[in-house]
């Protein structure tokens, strides 16, 4: 069952004013179905508007922030827990040990990093964590296009077009996840309440 989903997405608000939507749309759904929310640690850019949308959604969120990005990034102090990490690698592995599942939205290329190492992850069976890719305003053609290359190039077997699903907005998010029903009970379980 689907508790907690780290989202990745950019520390930058972008360029299309939607990102900034889908971000504190995600963050709203989240909240309100009673999903701890593990993410960057950031209070800008669209992470930030998914932290504060699922804090005031009544959702508890979880940064990872390595302490060269803690200025930097300025990190989200009024979130549920702020957990300063070694670097780079350990916020990635914490947030992947954390998360039940993966939201992808558009983001750099720290986020496309985050993308690549759990999709990776997912093809060698470290994980069978779902992983969506939220292709807003056709954010991520691109990348789905890499992919099918680097299958017909016989780089990857068909079947990594398995690894992740593919969701046009925001609202198919927690559908994708399998996620019909608000799972607040699960969660207060999962924490011994």
Known sequence: MTVSICIFCGSQLGADPRFRAAATRVGELAGAAGLRVIYGGGRVGLMGAAADATMAAGGQVVGLIPA?????????????ELIVA???????????????????LPGGLGTLDELLEVLTLRQLGYHAKPIVLVNLAGYWDLLIALVDRIIEQGFAAPSARTLYRVVDTVEEVLPALGISEPPRAALRVAQGN
Do not use: N, S, Y
């Open 68 to 80: 060269r990005l803690l200025e930097r990034e300025v990190g989200h102090r009024a979130i549920t």
């Open 86 to 104: 070694q670097d780079m690698f350990d916020r990635k592995g914490q947030m992947i040990e954390r998360a039940d599942a993966f939201v992808v």
